[in-house]
């Protein structure tokens, strides 16, 4: 199943609503993450099962979207919110886990 | 305050072996399934290898079965990652991370907690 997200960069402005998309070659249900990616840091979990939040993360992140078509929506980007985004499908796990190549949203 | 850190990466030759360590601390290793992923530049983020909470049950990306072999203590609350027979295209930034299930289903596929990370170079 390859991953594609969209677009690879955004550069936008603090305060601004952002919208980053992933789209799966075929159906993954709900079977859907995101992660957020901070220069020289390991990936954060924000999304699981495609629009649950873990545990900590603010409430300007949200996650929607089945079967192909998700979206990962920031209400107000904050400061500190300037980093790569991942998607990740894990409808197969442990067989077949696959990543997106990461949406990188910078200061505009 | 919940923490895994790796460590045991370096510079390998091809063909060479090197074992990675992961030390969990803040919450019940034993009760979660564990995970090895690695990251590139060119190839992104890619998941290698998986335990279950008990040990008993592994699997392994198609890239690495065969090569690699995946472990745990849970006394010592430590995750391992075997290294045999390595290529270049192994080197990456190779991280543990936490499942937030104890056993390998669909619905646990997702990783909660990840280490800082430790860079594996395969070069002669």
């Known amino acids: 199943i390859e991953m594609t997200q969209s677009p690879a960069t955004l550069s936008v402005s603090p305060g601004e609503r952002v919208t980053l998309s992933c789209r799966a070659s075929q159906s993954v249900s709900r079977y859907l993450a995101w992660y957020q990616q901070k220069p020289g840091q390991a990936p954060r979990l924000l999304i699981y099962g495609a629009s649950s939040r873990a545990t900590g993360v603010p409430a300007r992140f949200s996650g929607s979207g089945s079967g192909t078509e998700f979206t990962l929506t920031i209400s107000s980007l904050q400061s500190e919110d300037f980093a790569v985004y991942y998607c990740q499908q894990y409808t197969y796990w442990p067989h077949l886990l696959t990543f997106g190549p990461g949406t990188k949203v910078d200061i505009k | 305050e919940v923490q895994l850190l790796e460590s045991g990466g370096g510079l390998v030759q091809p063909g060479g072996s090197l074992r990675l360590s992961c030390a969990a601390s803040?919450?019940?290793?034993?009760?979660?399934?564990m995970t090895w992923l690695r990251q590139t530049p060119g190839k992104g983020l890619e998941w290698v290898a998986i335990v279950n909470g008990t040990g008993t049950g592994t699997y392994y990306a198609d890239s690495v079965r065969g090569r690699f072999s995946i472990s745990r203590d849970n006394s010592k609350s430590t995750l391992y990652l075997q290294m045999n027979s390595m290529r270049a295209d192994d080197s990456a930034v190779y991280y543990c991370a936490k499942t937030p299930l104890g056993i390998i289903v669909a619905v646990s596929g997702y990783f909660d907690i990840w280490g800082r990370g430790t860079l594996v170079t395969v070069s002669a």
């Open positions: 803040g919450f019940a290793f034993e009760s979660f399934a």
